[in-house]
């Protein structure tokens, strides 16, 4: 054995241009490999955003990590079909003498699934109230990363299925992620614009909006939308923080008072049919549509 390593040592030493040239050719081919690598998944990153591609689904990887990471259930698929050449209106910045407030950015949504929010805002109580039957066909609107929508998954059981829309893609993909782990597979996810959701037309149940209508940058053709993808008893519920409350420890800009939400939805075409006013911080407020739209 010793011999052996000996005779091997010999021969490096005395071959020594051919063994550097060896070690040359082995490192230059794994670094061609990994730029190959490196090249590949940027390009499918820059699929996943180009007008072709409509269906963002999550790249294999190619670093230990992102094999780990594969080793996980795949993401869910997110529906990114957005028609580009659909010209959407300016932004309003108010509403009805409302200012409308900024979206919330989704690098600040840790925030939507703190510890304490069920303390604060009871959020179990807010979904018994919506009395979601099992099968039902759900959207969780502005679903940010998920925090309903997950529950609403689990309520409506493999029979039934939750719509879950934003504007920002970054927030779908977190949802993407959880889901998967959480092996909830009857979510549909969708970027929509700020002015379209991009529903089928008639479909659904209820559309939950939580913390979210008072960002809408263009509330008049998303209530349009919402009015059209309800069902024949379909119904819209929202849960906004309440404005007439000072004790409600959130930014003006971030709250409504009940007067100010049926001033905005009634002429869209919605009647109030339900108020739930158990919730610590917040309103739940059930609209249904009115079959004919008030002109
Ligand atoms: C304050 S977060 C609330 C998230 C979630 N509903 C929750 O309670 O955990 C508001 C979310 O609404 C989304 N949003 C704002 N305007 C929207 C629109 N027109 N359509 C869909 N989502 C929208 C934002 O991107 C953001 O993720």
């Known amino acids: 054995m010793k011999t052996n390593l000996f005779f091997l040592l010999q021969l490096i030493v005395q071959q020594r241009n051919l063994f550097c040239l060896f070690c040359a050719t082995v490192l230059v081919v794994g670094l061609h490999e990994r730029l190959c690598n490196t090249v590949n998944a940027q390009a499918t990153t820059a699929d996943a955003t180009s007008e072709e591609t409509n269906i963002e689904e999550p790249d294999e990887g190619s670093t230990p990590d992102d094999r780990l990471a594969s080793e996980r259930p795949k993401p869910l698929p997110i529906d990114m079909k957005i028609d580009r050449r659909t010209v959407i209106p300016p932004a309003l910045t108010e509403f009805r003498n409302r200012e409308i407030a900024q979206t919330m950015h989704y690098a600040g949504a840790p925030w939507l699934v703190r510890e304490s929010r069920q303390r604060e805002e009871d959020c179990r109580t807010l979904l018994e109230a919506l009395k979601v039957q099992s099968g039902d066909v759900l959207c969780d609107m502005g ?122 939805l009634e002429p869209a075409g919605f009647m109030l049919a339900e108020e739930f006013d158990r919730l610590p911080w917040q309103h739940l407020l059930f609209f249904q549509k009115l079959l004919v739209q008030p002109q």
């Not at 909830?184 to 209820?206: C, V």
């Not at 929202?238 to 049926?262: C, N, S, W, Y």
């Open 143 to 264: 679903c940010g990363n998920g925090f309903y929508t997950l529950e609403l998954a689990r309520m409506v059981g493999p029979k039934g299925l939750v719509y879950a829309v934003d504007i920002q893609p970054e927030m779908l993909r977190m949802l993407a992620r959880r889901a998967a782990d959480e092996k909830l597979d009857n979510i549909r996810l969708i970027l929509g614009t700020p002015a379209d959701p991009r529903l089928p037309q008639g479909k659904i149940d209820l559309v939950l909006c939580v913390d979210v209508y008072h960002e809408f940058s263009h509330p008049e053709q998303m209530l349009d939308r919402v009015r059209e993808s309800l069902s024949e008893k379909g119904r819209l519920v929202l849960a906004e923080f309440r404005g007439e409350d000072p004790e409600v420890p959130i930014k003006p800009l971030h709250k409504m008072t009940k007067a100010q939400v049926r001033a905005e």
